[in-house]
Protein backbone atom coordinates (compact mmCIF):
# COMPACT_ATOMS: atom_id res chain seq x y z
CA UNK A 1 0.00 0.00 0.00
CA UNK A 2 1.35 3.71 -0.79
CA UNK A 3 1.63 6.32 1.87
CA UNK A 4 3.68 8.92 2.74
CA UNK A 5 4.90 10.35 6.16
CA UNK A 6 6.22 13.76 6.43
CA UNK A 7 8.97 14.79 9.49
CA UNK A 8 10.73 17.88 10.50
CA UNK A 9 8.38 20.25 11.59
CA UNK A 10 9.03 22.73 14.52
CA UNK A 11 8.94 25.69 15.90
CA UNK A 12 11.70 28.64 14.83
CA UNK A 13 12.25 32.58 14.43
CA UNK A 14 11.62 34.41 11.53
CA UNK A 15 14.54 34.34 9.58
CA UNK A 16 15.15 30.84 10.61
CA UNK A 17 15.26 27.26 8.66
CA UNK A 18 13.88 24.23 8.64
CA UNK A 19 14.05 20.79 6.66
CA UNK A 20 11.11 18.64 6.36
CA UNK A 21 11.04 15.18 4.91
CA UNK A 22 8.77 12.90 3.61
CA UNK A 23 9.18 9.65 2.79
CA UNK A 24 7.02 7.51 0.34
CA UNK A 25 6.99 4.02 0.42
CA UNK A 26 4.62 1.11 -1.46
CA UNK A 27 5.78 3.41 -4.69
CA UNK A 28 6.41 0.89 -7.65
CA UNK A 29 6.45 3.28 -10.75
CA UNK A 30 9.36 5.14 -11.65
CA UNK A 31 7.28 7.82 -12.89
CA UNK A 32 5.88 10.03 -10.10
CA UNK A 33 4.95 13.66 -8.76
CA UNK A 34 5.58 14.50 -5.40
CA UNK A 35 4.58 17.79 -3.72
CA UNK A 36 4.33 20.12 -0.38
CA UNK A 37 1.32 21.57 0.57
CA UNK A 38 0.48 23.62 3.82
CA UNK A 39 -2.72 25.14 5.33
CA UNK A 40 -2.47 27.90 7.75
CA UNK A 41 -5.44 28.50 10.44
CA UNK A 42 -8.70 29.74 8.70
CA UNK A 43 -6.87 29.08 5.16
CA UNK A 44 -7.36 26.65 2.18
CA UNK A 45 -5.00 24.05 1.17
CA UNK A 46 -2.02 25.58 -1.30
CA UNK A 47 0.90 24.22 -2.87
CA UNK A 48 4.38 25.39 -2.02
CA UNK A 49 6.53 23.25 -3.91
CA UNK A 50 6.29 19.82 -5.87
CA UNK A 51 9.05 17.88 -8.01
CA UNK A 52 8.87 14.94 -10.30
CA UNK A 53 10.86 12.10 -10.94
CA UNK A 54 12.59 14.03 -13.67
CA UNK A 55 13.66 16.33 -11.15
CA UNK A 56 11.71 19.14 -12.55
CA UNK A 57 10.22 21.23 -10.11
CA UNK A 58 7.76 24.13 -9.39
CA UNK A 59 7.25 26.87 -6.94
CA UNK A 60 4.74 28.70 -5.58
CA UNK A 61 5.77 32.75 -6.04
CA UNK A 62 5.59 33.25 -2.18
CA UNK A 63 7.96 30.78 -1.23
CA UNK A 64 10.71 31.01 -4.44
CA UNK A 65 14.37 31.80 -3.55
CA UNK A 66 13.65 30.88 0.49
CA UNK A 67 11.81 26.93 0.02
CA UNK A 68 14.48 24.21 -2.01
CA UNK A 69 12.55 20.83 -2.87
CA UNK A 70 14.95 17.69 -3.45
CA UNK A 71 15.08 14.21 -3.35
CA UNK A 72 16.70 11.34 -2.36
CA UNK A 73 15.95 8.13 -5.10
CA UNK A 74 17.84 5.68 -3.06
CA UNK A 75 15.96 6.56 0.50
CA UNK A 76 12.69 7.30 -1.59
CA UNK A 77 12.53 10.50 0.35
CA UNK A 78 11.56 14.15 -0.74
CA UNK A 79 12.98 17.60 1.59
CA UNK A 80 12.14 20.90 1.96
CA UNK A 81 14.73 22.89 2.93
CA UNK A 82 12.77 25.98 3.87
CA UNK A 83 15.28 29.06 4.25
CA UNK A 84 14.49 33.03 5.97
CA UNK A 85 10.96 31.42 7.60
CA UNK A 86 8.35 33.96 8.19
CA UNK A 87 5.61 33.91 10.16
CA UNK A 88 3.24 33.95 7.37
CA UNK A 89 5.04 30.28 6.74
CA UNK A 90 3.37 29.34 10.07
CA UNK A 91 1.03 26.29 8.65
CA UNK A 92 0.40 22.49 8.96
CA UNK A 93 2.57 21.31 5.89
CA UNK A 94 1.91 17.77 4.03
CA UNK A 95 3.17 15.77 1.32
CA UNK A 96 1.45 14.60 -1.22
CA UNK A 97 2.21 11.87 -4.32
CA UNK A 98 1.46 10.42 -7.22
CA UNK A 99 2.72 7.74 -9.09
CA UNK A 100 3.25 7.19 -12.70
CA UNK A 101 2.64 10.77 -13.82
CA UNK A 102 5.36 13.34 -14.49
CA UNK A 103 5.57 16.87 -14.44
CA UNK A 104 5.30 18.89 -10.86
CA UNK A 105 2.26 20.32 -9.82
CA UNK A 106 0.49 23.07 -7.43
CA UNK A 107 -2.80 21.87 -7.60
CA UNK A 108 -3.72 19.70 -4.96
CA UNK A 109 -6.30 17.79 -6.91
CA UNK A 110 -3.54 16.46 -8.76
CA UNK A 111 -2.31 14.24 -6.04
CA UNK A 112 -3.88 10.86 -4.53
CA UNK A 113 -1.71 10.21 -1.46
CA UNK A 114 -1.57 12.30 1.16
CA UNK A 115 0.54 12.24 4.86
CA UNK A 116 -1.01 13.45 7.90
CA UNK A 117 1.09 16.64 8.25
CA UNK A 118 3.57 18.35 10.10
CA UNK A 119 3.31 21.56 11.41
CA UNK A 120 5.48 24.54 11.09
CA UNK A 121 5.19 27.25 13.57
CA UNK A 122 7.55 30.33 13.14
CA UNK A 123 7.26 33.57 15.48
CA UNK A 124 8.52 36.62 14.94
Known amino acids: EEHVVESGGGSVQSGGSLRLSCAAS????????MGWFRQGPGKEREGVAA???????KYADSVKGRFIISQDNAKNTVYLQMNNLKPEDTAMYFC??????????????????WGQGTEVTVSS
Open 96 to 113: AARPKIVRPTLDKTEYNF
Open 26 to 33: GYASSEYR
Open 51 to 57: VDSGDNT
